[in-house]
């Protein structure tokens, strides 16, 4: 055991100092494998990270909601229909929601509106996002203008700005009392946007849902996990096409380190040539080209998933902010909260690690099985 | 005891360009010898030389090693018989380049799974007979021919082999330092061990330090000595 031990610490100790005899060679591939890995990990890590701050705000999110369609399109929906809907055998609860988008010409960007249950900003009072009060310069205390429905300036006065944690929904939102709300958009006291739904059995979501649609037929309703299947599909649909385009550089990569073992320059042949004739094995060889394979490619996936997690979660994805934020309703920089699991790193290992490997150690046994006494001739 | 029982070496069999290196060879060679191979370049002395220190197998023939015949073992054993036995001393000296002079040494006992420090000590050892010891640190590719030569004997002496196979080793040295060389050779053999030289140089072959000279010509024993 200790004689094995000590076989691995001598051979691990050459093919380090192999590996810093072909320092430009070496440094060349530990630089693509690094790039490789820390585009591929930084794809990883933003998708996770932005499904998960989803999925952790939409836990907070009615199981239901159901709206009123015009011709399609959605509509306010009558306040009335709350009665008809709480009768249905299963249903908790249904309130009414106010929400909406509102244009501001000054920064270019749209806020969503919502008045919420807790906490109640007060009447001529607002709470924004972090996003909105970046992109106005506007802070606790500061008013900002609105034009109301009817083209009249109201100013309301900031009471607090939310916290830049989960900023991914918050970064935009602008929360508002009832009357101001029904002020700025003209929305009469009978009406509500949509409705909320509490259900006792979430197994009877589907149930409940055909049985709306059967009493209101000019409504829709939409389930969370609807929603938190689109966020899904949006950003691995985003995700998918980044790691399409990165599969041929990863291609790429593979073609160059088969290339790179297959075809070992003559001095690499010399040299394997000289350890097997002074006592070395075909294993020792093998062994030796293992390890420079591992010290390689472990320094690459562990530098490059160190630089993706600095990338995405310090440095806010600024290289693949275009192509994975994208959405307006997300358009504010916001900071994404670290998040890293034991599936996503086995990923990249298996996209990385793996694929080097298989493409090497097969040449590295090809050129383990040189001749020794090649060097005598 | 080696012993070589009717030996053939034929490359490229069956191929436009077979070529019979050897063409059977009936040999005895003592321990505690020094025995020379002499012979013209593309006599086969090489050849043989890795024949007899397990780097390649013959096409026919059997090779004996204390009356243990190893032709037919596997290619595990006879590195294994190759690292344990056999010590050797290229003609075009073999160091790896890039590395130090006491690690060029120690290479060969990687595998063995010895401890750094006491092989180490061993190669340091070794260094300091040959008088080379103040080298330990430098790179192989700043030593002179001599320098070079005396570290491809330590290397070839760091398993401790029964048995020192130099190929042509003073081709690149001139007379005095072959003749230094030789006196190497000479306190190999007083530290009982049996030691096989290809050469075609008269300092080698001529030295007082040579048990026998065997004649080699187009791959058979011409004449005994």
């Excluded at chain 1, 106005?136 to 109201?154: H, P, Q, V």
């Excluded at chain 1, 950003?235 to 998918?240: I, L, Q, V």
Aim: proline share 4%; net charge positive.
């Amino acid at each position: 055991m200790k004689t094995s031990t000590e076989r691995q610490k001598n051979i691990i100790d050459f093919a380090l100092s192999s590996l810093l005899r072909r320092k430009g060679k070496n440094a060349g591939l530990l630089f693509i494998y690094t790039l490789i890995v820390f585009a591929l990990a930084s794809v990883v890590f933003f998708t996770h990270a932005i499904k998960e701050e989803a999925s952790i705000i939409l836990k907070g999110a009615p199981e239901m909601t159901v709206q009123k369609t015009v011709a399609g399109r959605h509509d306010l929906i009558p306040i009335n229909y709350i009665d008809r809907i709480q009768k249905i055998r299963g249903v908790i609860s249904v309130k009414g929601r106010l929400w909406g988008y509102y244009y501001d010409p000054i920064v270019g960007a749209n806020y969503t509106l919502v008045v919420p249950e807790t906490p109640d900003p007060g009447i001529g009072n607002i709470i924004i996002g972090e996003g909105i009060s970046r992109t106005r310069l506007a802070f606790e205390g500061d008013s900002i203008e609105f034009r109301t429905y009817d083209g009249k300036i109201i100013d309301l006065k900031i009471k607090k700005i939310l916290s830049p944690e989960s900023e991914i929904i918050s970064s935009d939102l602008l929360m508002i009392s009832e009357a101001d709300f029904r002020r700025l958009f003209g929305t009469r006291e009978n009406y509500a946007v949509d409705l909320t739904l509490k259900v006792r059995n979430p197994r009877e979501l589907s149930t409940i849902a055909r049985k709306i649609s059967e009493i209101l037929p000019d409504t829709r309703v939409i389930l969370r996990d609807e929603i938190l299947r689109t966020y899904d599909s949006v950003f691995n649909w985003r995700g998918g096409i980044l790691i399409i385009i990165l599969a041929g550089a990863l291609l790429s990569f593979v073609i160059f380190a088969w290339d790179k073992a297959s075809g070992p320059s003559l001095d690499e042949r010399r040299e394997i040539g000289i350890l097997k004739a002074i006592g070395w094995e075909t294993s020792d060889i093998i062994l030796m080209k293992f390890w420079e394979g591992m010290a390689i490619s472990l320094t690459s996936f562990c530098s490059g998933i160190i630089f993706a997690y600095i990338h995405i979660f310090f440095t806010d994805a600024f290289l693949f902010e275009p192509v994975l934020k994208g959405w307006s309703v997300l358009y504010p920089h916001f900071k994404l909260v670290p998040f890293m699991d034991a599936s996503q790193i086995s990923t990249l290992f298996f996209l990385s690690v793996v694929p080097y490997t298989v493409a090497t150690i097969i040449p590295s046994w090809r050129a383990a099985t040189v001749d020794p006494d090649s060097v005598m001739r | 005891m080696i012993e070589l029982t009717n030996i053939r070496k034929v490359f490229n069999m069956g191929r436009p360009n077979e070529f019979t290196a050897i063409s059977g060879i009936n040999l005895r060679i003592d321990t505690n010898r020094m025995t020379v191979f002499r012979g013209p370049s593309g006599s086969g002395k090489t050849t043989l030389l890795s024949l007899i220190g397990c780097m390649a197998r013959p096409t026919s023939g059997r090779i004996y090693l204390m009356e243990k015949e190893i032709t037919s073992l596997p290619e595990r054993f006879l590195t294994e018989i190759r690292r344990r036995t056999f010590g050797f001393i290229f003609q075009q000296f073999n160091l790896i380049k890039g590395i130090t002079v006491l690690e060029n040494v120690m290479l060969p006992a990687y595998p063995t799974g010895e401890r750094y420090s006491s092989l180490k000590k061993r190669a340091m050892n070794l260094l300091d007979i040959f008088d080379i010891s103040k080298k330990a640190r430098d790179r192989v590719e700043w030593l002179s021919g001599g320098e070079a030569q005396r570290v491809t004997i330590a290397r070839a002496l760091v398993n401790n082999p029964s048995v020192v196979i130099a190929d042509e080793p003073t081709s690149h040295l001139d007379t005095k330092l072959s003749r230094e060389l030789m006196g190497m050779m000479r306190r190999l053999k007083e530290d009982s061990r049996t030691v096989l030289i290809a050469s075609h140089d008269p300092v080698v072959y001529e030295s007082d330090a040579v048990d026998r000279v065997i004649r080699i010509a187009d791959g058979k024993i011409e004449e005994h000595g």
